[in-house]
């Protein structure tokens, strides 16, 4: 049986060795393929391998004719007429010695620190801590600083920072921001066409400047005529025109940057300090050292003085605002004048801006302005006007908000007569207002503190309106002219809570109701039900000068 398989066997070994022979066969193969393909590799990135390159064609830059946009022919047009404006504050035991532009810095407010009321008149706005850190937020001042806005210091250092003008008149009249030159002892001024170096340019001096619009005019000597921009009409800007600005961005001069307008009309700062700050708003990218240079429309026209931004990392963060060239224009015109300062009319009085529906619909108007305070022996007391009255017409023409009276009555010059329309009570009567100067209307304001007087018990108010308050002393009041009750306590999420009501302010009237007695209050307050609306009339005791607040809402 065994020898019959040997011829099997036989052909079985011999299968399995040809079967060997393939796989090294195959095996060997392959390997000469790897080494092949590594050595072409090995010759690509060393280089070893000569690769003839005969058949390459050069690279050639193409000629092309491409037709200048708006953007260019505007750059090349207005940017010989943008300045760079270079500052120095010397140290403070200098400050005496050679001083070009004596003046204290004023720091811009907070815009969600809203006053209570708006006025006619434009006040300094309260000082307020400068940061140290650079290119501090707009919230604390407005941009333009290459270095942190500080005074000079007992450091003994100069500090030194940038901003950007443009030229308005051949002779060399510059309009730029107040804040650019403010707290400068020297004022440099650099043309586009002085050459690059360590020369800050040549002296300025400062012709006139303008707190509430944040502008000022300096001047530099003009052997020959200098290039001019040109002013155009900002009220004729709608949202959505292309808009070019040009300026010192962090020391680069003459960067132009493109955008829109975004919004119109924009009020930064609440209260008295913004009333003549209405901005054109813009995405065009603006830095620090952007700050007093143009902003123009596609006819190479200024529409717009680039004076903040908004921002949390202190550069551009595509909101920008420009004061409005019809403003600049009014502005300017005044400080190149006799005096160099700008004259505003006044009737002496002060306002609520914003106010809720609550208080229109209870005291019946939809227009208007309703007056919170009149200066005592201002034009407006003099007339016969009071706090309470609405204010709906000037000279025959409707009044709409305050922003409305504010423009209608600073544009009258101190001496001219007005015809005044109000509503007192329901009914409408008018009178006649010399206007004032604003500044000296609103001279020697004082601030008066309230005494505190002792604790009153009662709480009717509390269930309805969420507060208690107080009967305060006869002579604590007394002293202010002041009849009311004084707020106590205020329960946190309460009606009187939600109306921004708060404990130290007294309640002189509720719904046009006296509440000069806690008996008064309590009658008033007990008639109240829900759906009502309810107007507080308030007065801060500690600062009686600011007048009624008209504070209110509807009843839940």
Do not use: C
Request: negative net charge.
């Amino acid at each position: 049986m065994t020898r019959s398989h040997e011829p099997m066997k036989s052909l079985f070994e011999r299968l399995r060795a040809r079967r060997l022979a393939s796989t090294f066969v195959l095996l060997a193969t392959l390997s000469v393929a790897i080494v092949a393909g590594s050595f072409a590799a090995h010759g690509v990135r060393g280089q070893e391998k000569q690769i003839s390159s005969v058949d390459a064609t050069p690279l050639k830059v193409v000629n092309s004719a491409v037709a200048p946009n708006e953007f260019v022919k505007i750059a090349k047009e207005v940017g010989p007429a943008v300045v760079n404006i270079n500052t120095r504050t010397l140290p403070k035991q200098s400050m005496n010695k050679g001083r070009v532009n004596p003046r204290g810095g004023r720091a811009i407010p907070n815009p969600h620190q809203q006053a209570p009321g708006g006025d006619d008149d434009q006040e300094d706005a309260p000082q307020q801590g400068q940061g140290n850190g650079n290119f501090q937020d707009f919230f604390n001042k407005f941009f333009g600083g290459q270095i942190p806005d500080q005074e000079g210091g007992d450091d003994g250092q100069v500090r030194e920072s940038l901003g950007s003008g443009f030229i308005v008149d051949s002779k060399g009249y510059i309009i730029t921001n107040n804040h650019v030159i403010e707290k400068a002892d020297q004022i440099y001024v650099k043309l586009s066409t002085d050459p690059d170096g360590q020369d800050l340019g040549r002296p300025a001096h400062v012709v006139g400047f303008d707190k509430a619009t944040d502008l000022a005019v300096v001047k530099i000597d003009a052997s020959t005529p200098l290039p001019t921009v040109k002013l155009g009409n900002s009220d004729s800007t709608q949202v959505g025109d292309w808009v070019e600005a040009i300026g010192s961005p962090f020391s680069y001069s003459q960067t132009v940057t493109a955008g829109i307008i975004s919004a119109k009309n924009r009020t930064v700062e609440k209260g008295a300090s913004g009333q003549f700050q209405h901005f054109i708003q813009t995405d065009a990218a603006i830095n620090p050292g952007n700050s007093g240079g143009p902003l123009l429309n596609m006819n190479g026209e200024v529409i717009g003085v680039n004076t903040a931004i908004i921002t949390e990392s202190g550069g551009y963060q595509g909101i920008g605002f420009a004061m409005p060239s019809n403003v600049v224009v009014s502005v300017y015109n005044d400080l190149i004048g006799a005096s160099h300062k700008v004259t505003r009319g006044s009737i002496g009085i002060k306002f609520n801006q914003g106010l809720s529906g609550a208080v229109n619909r209870v005291y019946g108007f939809k227009t208007g302005v309703l007056v919170q305070q009149t200066v005592h022996g201002g034009p407006a007391d003099k007339a016969g006007l009071k706090g309470g009255d609405i204010i709906t017409t000037i000279d025959g023409h409707q009044v709409k908000d305050g922003d409305d009276l504010v423009s209608e009555i600073t544009s009258r010059r101190p001496g001219s007569s007005i015809r005044v329309g109000y509503m007192r009570d329901g009914k409408s009567m008018d009178t006649t207002v010399t206007v004032g100067d604003l500044d000296k209307v609103f001279a020697d304001q004082g601030i008066q503190t309230a005494e505190a007087g002792p604790d009153d018990k009662g709480d009717a108010g509390e269930s309805k309106l969420g507060l208690v308050v107080r009967q305060e002393s006869d002579s604590t009041l007394a002293k202010l002219h002041i009849p009311g009750v004084v707020i106590q306590s205020v329960r946190s999420g309460s009606f009187a809570d939600l109306q921004f009501l708060e404990p130290g302010l007294v309640i002189t009237r509720i719904n046009k109701q006296p509440t000069g007695t806690k008996e008064q209050f309590d009658a008033v307050v007990s008639k109240l039900k829900p759906g009502d609306d309810v107007v507080f009339e308030v007065i801060d005791p500690r600062h009686p000068d600011n007048g009624v607040n008209y504070l209110g809402g509807t009843l839940e």
